[in-house]
């Protein structure tokens, strides 16, 4: 309990005190009751784990499957509507904000859900589905919709999810802004109006260049 709380600290600034943290914090019960009904699933004593699991739902709007295996590290940062499915595996460090799904694609047996490297950062409404892997330093976009592996050190976003950055400059320490990230729709509309203008200039120039040789 005290590695989620100090987690905490470090990368929420709204985190003023320890009783806050234990009072208030979705993030912070959640995990606590995850730890208690996975330890319980390792055991494989039934049901009662699952019942763990839902009535922390219940209470803090995050479902974490118990047999889910995370990491030291882990942070959810408001959480409402987090879920995370059962053979879900999450690396140290690793963030999730509000609305992120790791799910699965159907009714496949077996590893059926994400892997998240290290130091994994998902945003708010983002959708990871299937046994695929996020690397370790990556950046999952709000709302976007990952299928497919994601290399390290790697920024995702759109639907489906597009890797638009890769082995970008590392930056020390955990990273929370998930907002300024690359719009890569922007960039190539950008792109494609420095076209349009070129091609004006061109059809402006080759005008010119009739109309002066008609008056000569």
Avoid: W
Avoid at 26 to 48: N, V
Avoid at 115 to 140: E, F, H, P, Q
Wanted: charged share 25%; net charge positive; with cysteine.
């Amino acid at each position: 309990m005290l590695n989620i709380i100090k987690t905490i600290k470090e990368r929420d600034p709204a985190a003023r005190n320890i009783f806050e943290i234990v009072l208030t914090y979705s993030g912070f019960h959640a995990l606590a009751f995850y730890r208690f009904a996975h330890l319980l699933y390792k055991l494989k004593i039934p049901i009662i784990p699952r019942f763990i699991s839902q009535f922390a739902k219940f209470i803090t709007g995050i479902e974490i499957h118990p047999g889910a295996e995370i990491a030291r590290g882990f942070f959810i940062d408001h959480g409402m509507g987090v879920v995370i499915g059962e053979t879900t595996v999450i690396g140290e460090n690793c963030t999730l904000f509000q609305g992120v799904t790791l799910g699965g694609t159907g009714k496949e047996r077996g590893k059926r859900h994400p892997t998240l490297g290290r130091n994994v950062v998902i945003g708010a409404g983002a959708k990871v589905l299937g046994n695929i892997t996020i690397g370790d330093n990556s950046y999952v976009g709000a709302n976007a919709v990952v299928l497919k592996d994601v290399p390290p050190d790697s920024t995702v976003v759109g639907i489906p999810g597009t890797v638009v950055k890769e082995k970008g400059k590392r930056v020390s320490g955990i990273n929370l802004d998930h907002i300024h990230l690359p719009d890569p729709i922007a960039e190539r509309l950008s792109l494609l109006q420095k076209e349009i203008d070129h091609i004006e200039r061109e059809i402006k120039d080759y005008h010119n260049s009739k109309i002066r040789d008609d008056k000569k």
